[in-house]
């Protein structure tokens, strides 16, 4: 087993990352312009981290698969970002960001990392005011803010319903300064399709052109990663139907380790499926918890009444419904963090009380908001007795102005309006804990390879508090790589160019071209999408929000046989030499067919619950996660040994020094 060094820096808690900044090695202006930096993925983490880092004066090539670095997934996020900015006078701190996001990871994560997430989260807003995202403001113009769950404040700043686009634009404008400037070279619609490794340092990649079908070697000083998470290995999620794993699980092949794979959020908000015609979910933001109720029936035959059709949500008075997140966590109520959420949402879906025709969805009703909302709108403008109609009409116009978008999307995809009925929602896969194992540098175990935002697995423990992701994302690629990452290239201002007409780079260029003909000559009759639906189907069912034990050895087995048919009988139609978006499909399911059998070994090696890792061996008496801190107190990181079956895992013991470890309770 090998020593993974953390390289934590030695004192306090609040003192770690200015002393680290402070003693790291730099590398001077001058020498900063003969190193090159590759960062593949353009998303909030990428395109910060690129746009920094030319800034900083570095060489930087970008990657990203879509037709621009606008379109990364970032954009998606929906609800807000977090800062411990206190902007709301009730209590909220930097070491209170720290707790609850530790707390909220199930006790899972590195107090470092953890605590230099909450310590930059403030900077994070200022830089992105001064770059003009438009975040949302209060009648004297401060900064909005709102509460997300597992959180006793309000500390979620927001830009409406589109935080991650307006954040993502922010990030771009960065870079285009830079690509205007011939600082960053740009290169979209390529995907990396392998590491290369000269001397056991990452000194480039293996990119394929997805127009003209061409590879090509790119080298570099330095390979970032920042090409999102593994959701898409459960088919159905709400990420982008492009998000994949490759370019992780190539630097994992290479000897990266792979981090907690079987941390995945489920989230509670989301559209519910609807058939087998689906091919992707669509999330309803965390933020509609702050002012929707969440409910389903108190009986079993208003609930069978609804499902049939011959109930409305609206004929059924409050004495009848069941707010079940009151219920069960009055302290927090609508606001529990989001693996307590989901559970709660598919128990009374287990047990009879779902209100779509499938039976798993549960009510997120305005009503109350609307009416609250209405009355207060009244009473300033001095209207002291309003009409019904007028407080329903001013609630209505400031829920709008608050969730609007989200409410307009919503109607469009599900064909009713939810200002006059209750959304229906139910829990889907989301994001994902796990990833890359970086140390406090953000560098995994190959030196010269980073990873950043989600494709690592630094932050979040075993489940992420909302609006957590895009402040992990912009914290890694604004303020903490861009000063970690001199510290390794400081020791290759004299090394020069790095060639690519190397016996290495040949090597990995044969290794891809050979997997390419490989897809592309299997010769069977199968689609690529058939086996992504059938993986899907087995992590969903026996990877999904409960997992046991006899499941996850099923899924074992079901996901080798099924990889091993899968490079007999899968149909690649068209050539490898032009545009192909079914080989580009192939080969992501390639890699989630690999990836999903190490998720169910790491879910089947952890005997206990934590976040979003919910064992059913493993629960207290009231349902809740029942961890083990004796014994799986660590990062579980794997090697890959060529096969999956033998992954080889190492250790990571987390201390914790200034948070003490508890049983989780949002009651």
């Known amino acids: 087993m090998a020593v993974l060094d953390s390289k934590i820096p030695e004192g306090p808690l609040e003192e770690k990352w200015d002393k680290h900044k402070n003693n790291i090695n730099l590398v001077n202006p001058a020498n900063k312009r003969n190193i090159d930096i590759i960062v593949v993925g353009t998303g909030l983490a990428g395109g910060s981290a690129a746009a920094t880092l030319a800034e900083l004066g570095y060489n930087v090539k970008t990657f990203c698969y879509q037709d621009s670095p606008r379109r990364a997934h970032s954009i998606a996020a929906q609800g807000g970002i977090n800062a411990s900015k206190n902007y709301q006078g009730d209590g909220d701190s930097d070491y209170r960001l720290f707790y609850d996001t530790v707390k909220g990871g199930d006790y899972r994560s590195r107090e470092a990392n953890v605590y230099r997430l909450a310590q930059v989260s403030g900077s994070i807003i200022d830089q992105c005011v001064a770059q003009g995202v438009p975040f949302a403001r209060e009648y004297g113009g401060l900064l909005d803010n709102r509460s997300f769950g597992g959180v006793l404040v309000s500390r979620t700043f927001y830009a409406k319903g589109q935080t991650g686009q307006q954040l993502l634009l922010g990030a771009y404008s960065a870079m285009n300064r830079q690509i205007n400037r011939g600082k960053i070279q740009s290169f979209n619609r390529h995907e990396m399709m392998d590491l290369v490794l000269v001397d056991g340092k990452a000194r480039g990649i293996i990119a394929r052109n997805m127009l003209t079908g061409e590879i090509e070697r790119h080298s570099a000083h330095a390979v970032v990663l920042a090409s999102g998470g593994y959701g898409n290995v459960f088919f159905l999620s709400t990420n982008a139907m492009g998000s994949n794993v490759m370019a992780a699980w190539r630097a994992h092949r290479r000897g990266a380790f792979f981090a907690n794979p079987c941390y995945t959020q489920i989230h509670p908000t989301c559209i519910p499926v609807t058939g087998e015609h689906q091919s992707k979910l669509t999330l309803m933001s965390e933020s509609l918890r702050n002012d929707g109720r969440i409910w389903v029936p108190k009986k079993k035959e208003d609930a069978k009444a609804i499902r049939e059709g011959k109930k409305r949500p609206t004929d059924l008075s ?350």
Request: with cysteine.
């Open 318 to 667: 409050e004495e009848e419904r069941d707010y079940y997140l009151e219920r069960r966590y009055p302290a927090f109520g609508n606001l529990v963090p989001r693996d307590v959420a989901s559970r709660a949402a598919k128990e009374r879906c287990d047990a009879g009380y779902g209100v779509n025709k499938t039976g798993e969805a549960v009510y997120l009703d305005f009503a109350s908001a609307i009416e609250r909302y209405g009355k207060e709108k009244a009473f300033t403008m001095g209207s002291k007795n309003p009409s019904k109609e007028e407080i329903t009409k001013l609630g209505k116009d400031t829920v709008a102005s608050k969730y609007g978008n989200l409410f307009d999307m919503y109607q469009k995809i599900v064909d009713q309006n939810p200002y006059e009925t209750p959304m229906m929602i139910y829990p889907a896969v989301h994001y994902t804990m796990g990833g890359l194992w970086v140390d406090y540098n953000l560098q995994t175990t190959i030196p010269g390879c980073y990873a950043a935002g989600e494709a690592n697995f630094s932050d979040h423990g075993a489940n992420r508090l909302g609006a957590s992701a895009l402040m992990q994302g912009l914290a890694d690629g604004y303020f903490v790589l861009p000063y970690t990452i001199g510290d390794y290239l400081s020791k290759d201002i004299g090394t020069g160019k790095i060639p690519t007409d190397s016996s290495e780079f040949d090597a990995v260029e044969n290794d891809v071209k050979a997997r390419i003909e490989k897809l592309m000559n299997a010769g069977g009759k199968n689609s690529v999408d058939s086996y992504h639906k059938k993986l899907g189907r087995i992590m969903w069912d026996k990877c999904g929000m409960a997992r046991n034990e006899q499941g996850l050895k099923e899924a074992l087995k079901e996901i080798a046989a099924l990889r091993e048919d899968f490079w007999k009988n899968v149909k690649v139609p068209g050539t490898s030499t032009g545009k192909n978006s079914e080989l580009e499909k192939a080969g992501r399911v390639a890699d989630f067919l690999e990836l999903g059998e190490l998720f169910a070994k790491d879910a089947l090696n952890r005997n206990e619950s934590a976040g979003g890792h919910f064992r059913e061996e493993y629960q207290t008496e009231e349902g809740e996660a029942l961890r083990d801190d004796e014994n799986f107190r660590y990062v579980a990181a794997w090697e890959y040994t060529g096969n999956i079956g033998e992954a080889k895992l190492h250790k990571e013991e987390l201390e914790f020094h200034n948070i003490e470890l508890k049983t989780r309770s949002y009651k």
